[in-house]
């Protein structure tokens, strides 16, 4: 059977060795978005294994047209209620935008999101300059998980939400920029909307596990907002996203398909890949 769906009693918390022993073991990572204390509680109870505060929820829950605007105070206020909620998940909150801009802020953002957020994990965007406080956080035993692909707090250098890594030197890139993430020190990987094949290249060249977010099926897991996978999301969804409420009836009963979806290998479908 597949690692982490008994009943919520008989589970032990998800820990940053227990997702490099499911990679190791060929399971597939589950990962949601969570911004409240209720919510995290269903995702604990439908065996999600990794939680994300996410930056997104400047969009989804404040409206903003980006990531750009959320503050360290917003997601340390998030990371604190999902922990409330959360008891086996691993908890990783996004390091919002110029809250890492150099290794000092990202060592006191990061502070706050672990001891007052209760987070286990930060994530961060990018590259480039951000091997060096990737380096740095590792270091100081901050576990980090890196994001790479389509990064939102870029939008307006890439000039808009849309797949990255489509020619060949810019697929060369992402390789490449994965492979120094890991080499920094990141625990852990999002690619998000980079082409499947290209995906596939990045999760078997790497150690650490990759999550996936319109990259395909062949990623060690799957990561989508909770909104989008629920149907809330107001007006336009990304095309990688899946409405499982649709089939699905209750919330509890779409978080345990999606769930079982991943693991089984069946989400996502062709459709929802680039
Ligand atoms: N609700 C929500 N879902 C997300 O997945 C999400 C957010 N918000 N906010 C932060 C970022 C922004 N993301 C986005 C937003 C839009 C597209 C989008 O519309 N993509 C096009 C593909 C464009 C192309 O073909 O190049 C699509 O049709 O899905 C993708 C990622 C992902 N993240
Ligand atoms: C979409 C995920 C990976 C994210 O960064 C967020 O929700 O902010
Ligand atoms: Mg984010």
Redesign the pocket.
């Known amino acids: 059977m597949y690692g982490n769906a008994k009943t919520a009693s008989a589970r032990a918390p998800v820990t940053v060795p227990h997702l490099l022993g499911m990679k190791a073991r060929g399971e597939k990572i589950v990962a949601l978005t969570a911004y409240d204390a209720s919510f995290a509680t269903q995702l604990d109870n439908a065996g999600i294994d990794v939680a994300l505060v ?3 929820l ?3 829950v404040q409206g903003q047209s ?2 750009l605007p959320v503050t360290l105070d917003e997601m340390v206020y998030h990371t604190a209620a999902v922990a409330r909620g959360l008891h086996l998940a691993l908890l990783i909150a996004d390091l919002p935008f110029m809250s890492y801009r150099n290794p000092d802020a990202a060592a006191i953002s990061s502070a706050r999101l672990l001891a007052q957020g209760g987070a286990a994990m930060v994530k961060l965007e990018g590259a480039g300059h951000v091997l060096e406080v990737i380096r740095y956080l590792d270091e100081r035993e901050v576990p980090v998980c890196a994001h790479l692909g ?1 990064t ?1 707090q870029s ?1 307006h250098k890439l000039g ?4 990255q890594g489509k020619g060949k030197s810019e697929a060369e890139r992402l390789l490449a920029d994965a492979v120094a993430v890991e080499q920094a020190g990141a625990d852990l990987l999002v690619l ?2 980079v082409p499947a094949a290209l995906a596939k290249r990045i999760t078997d060249a790497l150690r650490i596990p990759v999550i996936g ?2 990259a395909g099926v062949d990623c060690d897991g799957q990561i ?2 909770l ?2 996978m629920l149907g809330i ?1 107001p007006g ?6 899946k409405d499982f409420l649709l089939q699905n009836g209750t919330i509890e009963t779409a978080l345990k398909a999606y769930a079982k979806a991943v693991r089984a290998g069946e989400f996502p479908a062709s459709e929802h890949s ?1």
């Open positions: 996410g930056d997104s400047g969009m989804v980006s990531t389509l939102p939008v808009g939400y849309r797949v998000e909307c977010i319109g989508l907002v909104y989008d999301t336009k969804r990304p095309r990688f996203s680039f």
